[in-house]
């Protein structure tokens, strides 16, 4: 199955929202799964505080929590998304807790610098069920990213995963 191509406009139909208040089921839920980054983006407000806030991963149990009080909710979730201050794929937890996602939301999202994709890894996103998976783009060459985020980016397999990943993982 390859991966859909849609416009982001018509992405999805949209809901107003003062004709559904008050919700019985939030819309989406956001999770920081790392407060850590192997980026140092020369913009990125999160870079420049981390000195005092970095190295710090939501825990897979902490992550099962959060779920299982999210059964409460009537309906499913229209979406979790793994983001937030630092790179999600630096959580080993991460493939646990998109796995455990799909009983609770209609859409998974991971947002990703992109650096720690394999052929590999990707395979492991959608065993575990992932349905979007955006990814922050810093540069269009190595040079262009060690420019804007210090980090040697192997580009060759940055782009060989991503082109894995839009195949839907075959070969
Ligand atoms: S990849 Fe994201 S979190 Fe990491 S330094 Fe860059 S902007 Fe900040």
Known sequence: ?????????????????KDVLPLETPFSLQVEPARACNFKCVYCYHYNEREADNNKYLSVGSYRSLFESSWKFKQKLKSVTFG?????????????????????AQ???????????????????????????????QG?????YYKTCGHKMDFDRFLRSIEYAHAGGEE
């Open 1 to 17: 199955m390859s991966a859909k191509e849609q416009s982001w406009v018509e992405y999805k139909p949209r809901t107003i929202l």
């Open 84 to 104: 937030g201050k630092g790179e999600p794929l630096l959580n080993k937890g991460i493939f646990e807790m998109i796995r455990m996602t799909e009983q609770i």
């Open 107 to 137: 859409e998974t999202v991971l947002i990703t610098n992109g650096s720690l994709l394999t052929q590999e890894t990707v395979d492991n996103l959608l065993d575990s069920g992932l349905t979007t998976m955006r990814i922050s783009l």
């Open 140 to 144: 269009l060459d190595a040079d262009g």
